[in-house]
Nanobody, 116 residues
Framework: QVQLVESGGGLVQPGGSLRLSCAAS????????MGWYRQAPGKQRELVASITTGGSTNYADSVKGRFTISRDNAKNTVYLQMNSLEPEDTAIYYCKVVPLHGANYWGQGTQVTVSS
């Protein structure tokens, strides 16, 4: 069993920054990919950014140039640095872990609210 612990969400003004963290722990497993998704009220969950063990990244067009994903493989932790936040970024952000084998895992979600 794998546990994901997310942190770093909160309320921030437009133009501000937040850093999300997601640490994976539990039974021995190898991670292929870690990523962040978000879901705004009334909308479908969407990919924000992902990163493979090798460091390959993928971003949603809406966050390119503003968000940066990174990971610490030794700590099984993924980070999402979010700069120049906009009200449209308001959502619940979920961490996702894709192991080399077996089912994917999701975090419990952390609220990000961008408002003045």
């Amino acid at each position: 069993q794998v546990q994901l612990v997310e942190s770093g969400g909160g309320l921030v003004q437009p133009g501000g920054s937040l850093r999300l963290s997601c640490a994976a722990s539990g039974s021995s497993f190898s991670i292929y990919l870690m990523g962040w998704y978000r879901q705004a009220p009334g909308k479908q969950r969407e990919l924000v950014a992902s990163i493979t063990t090798g460091g390959s990244t993928n971003y949603a067009d809406s966050v390119k140039g503003r968000f940066t994903i990174s990971r610490d493989n030794a700590k099984n932790t993924v980070y999402l640095q979010m700069n120049s936040l906009e009200p449209e970024d308001t959502a619940i952000y979920y961490c996702k872990v894709v192991p080399l084998h077996g089912a994917n895992y999701w975090g419990q979600g952390t609220q990000v609210t961008v408002s003045s």
